[in-house]
């Protein structure tokens, strides 16, 4: 074991060289002028500076409003981002209390803008399903705020208090339309058309084929029905939606006899004292029309003799569960199953903003200063998921197990935490990496692709 002298060098060093993406693609986006013409300031830091300082913040995996402090004296975090200055913890906090419900739309422009861009022409990949269609997934999630006084916070229904936003998600790839902070209490289904209105137009923006709403049941509601099928008349695309069947107070036990008794039930068994059968059954919904592709639902009903440890039970169990689609008619009931099953893809995304962002506990006592962190967090999600995507899926990126999409915490590690020298030499500053940095090839070239754009 070698004991080493510990030395501080006079070099400008970073471990977070990764934050030099994320100042190329603000810069390709041209941020600047999204922000400062229309929140001008008269004195102090601009506003471009302040949000261009979060943004970076929350790319590290940090939302809390005193990590800036860690920064200030960065030479490096200025020059990535193209900051003037770094706003102190009281400034960041203060601005974004003072502007948060202005800088609502504002983040949505950003994230619009992000999303539609081009790396060498071409545009992103939000990755489609095997049958053609794009998925759009929303979803809630549960954020633990407990043991705090924060506004809104209230009992979510995974049984903390805490908040729920509303995720929409497009693409396979986990690229994020929209994260709206909701008060912890808020049904699913409430007030989810208003983000439908923004959401949709969006995505039928960015993708050219048809697109497929996937939710879950606590959106089974003929209103979100109607916008899903508005919103898809309105943008003049195929726009079908899949959404699991709340059956509230069916009968089960008497839809189940009924498929007992009937002779032409087909039933499968899967393992025995367990079987199931599978039917549909078109709908009429008031404002759901689709001339060419009807509303149907997809039944499945599950009976149990034999419980999963081998034990036989006195009566049958039936468990009835059901989809409601407008997708077409080549697509069989086992098929529309087995596309809402890889709706359950979208939890992957939720934990990605809690656990690898550290987004589980909001930075602000106040709920639309959360509201506006939600907004910026999407935008952030998606400057990393793009240099992910664009690099470390490379054939001489770091050695990985393949994969179609690597996790935000995946990024961090090999691409956001990356140790580096600034250097002024002949007129140039130049990002210097390590010689055994296995990283440098990838770093580089994606890099480039950002600085010629």
């Known amino acids: 074991m070698t004991d080493f002298l510990i030395k501080r060098l006079p070099y400008d060093l970073s471990s977070h060289a990764g934050l030099a993406f994320i100042g190329q693609y603000l810069k390709r986006i041209?941020?600047?002028?999204?922000?400062?013409?229309a929140f001008p300031v008269r004195s102090g830091i601009a506003n471009s500076c302040i949000l261009k300082s979060y943004l970076g913040l929350m790319c590290l995996g940090k939302n809390d409003f005193d990590a800036i402090e860690n920064f200030r004296g960065n030479a490096f975090f200025m020059r990535a981002l193209g900051l003037q200055a770094v706003p102190s913890s009281p400034t960041l906090r203060q601005r974004l209390d003072t502007h948060a419900s202005d800088w609502f739309d504002l983040a949505?422009?950003?994230?619009?803008?992000?999303?539609?861009?081009r790396i060498e022409g071409r545009a992103i990949d939000f990755g489609a399903l095997n049958c053609g269609y794009t998925p759009v997934d929303l979803d809630t999630f549960a954020m633990d705020n407990s043991n705090t006084q924060k506004e809104l916070v209230g009992r979510t229904y995974a049984g903390v208090d805490g908040y729920c936003p509303l995720a929409v998600y497009l693409g396979r790839l986990g690229y994020c339309l929209e994260l709206a902070l909701r008060p912890g209490v808020q049904h699913s289904a409430r007030e989810s058309e208003y983000n439908l209105e923004r959401a949709l137009p969006l995505a039928a923006s960015l993708v050219k084929g048809p697109l497929l709403v996937r939710a879950d049941a606590g959106f089974c509601s003929v209103k979100l029905m109607q916008e899903i099928c508005g919103q898809g008349a309105a943008c003049g695309r195929e726009m079908a939606f899949l959404i699991k069947?709340?059956?509230?107070?069916?009968?089960?036990?008497t839809v189940a006899a009924g498929k007992v008794a009937d002779a032409g039930t087909v039933w499968q068994t899967l393992r025995p004292g367990k079987r199931e059968c599978v039917w549909q059954d078109m709908l009429n919904l008031v404002d759901v029309c689709n001339p060419v592709n009807p509303a149907r639902r997809v039944y499945r009903l599950t009976e149990r003799t034999i419980d999963k440890h081998g034990n036989a039970l006195l009566l049958p169990e039936y468990v009835l569960e059901g989809w409601t689609t407008t997708l077409p008619a080549r697509f069989q009931a086992q098929d529309v199953i087995a596309?809402?099953?890889?709706h359950a893809t979208h939890e992957q995304f939720h934990a990605e903003f809690k656990s690898d962002m550290d987004l589980e506990r909001l930075p602000s006592g106040k709920f639309d200063t959360n509201y506006v962190v939600c907004r910026l967090a999407a935008v952030a999600m998606n400057l990393l998921r793009l240099i992910g995507q664009n690099t470390l899926n490379e054939p001489d990126a770091p050695v990985r197990h393949p994969a179609q999409r690597r996790r935000i915490k995946t990024v961090l590690?090999?691409?956001m935490f990356k140790a580096a020298r600034m250097i002024r030499h002949a007129g140039r500053w130049v990002l210097g990496l390590g010689v055994g940095d296995s990283g440098f090839a990838v770093f580089d070239r994606h890099y480039g692709q950002l600085a010629t754009a």
């Open 339 to 342: 596309l809402y099953c890889d």
């Open 30 to 37: 041209n941020i600047n002028a999204l922000i400062d013409p």
């Open 108 to 117: 949505a422009q950003i994230n619009q803008a992000l999303l539609s861009s």
């Open 245 to 253: 069947w709340n059956p509230r107070k069916t009968p089960v036990e």
């Open 413 to 415: 590690q090999e691409m």
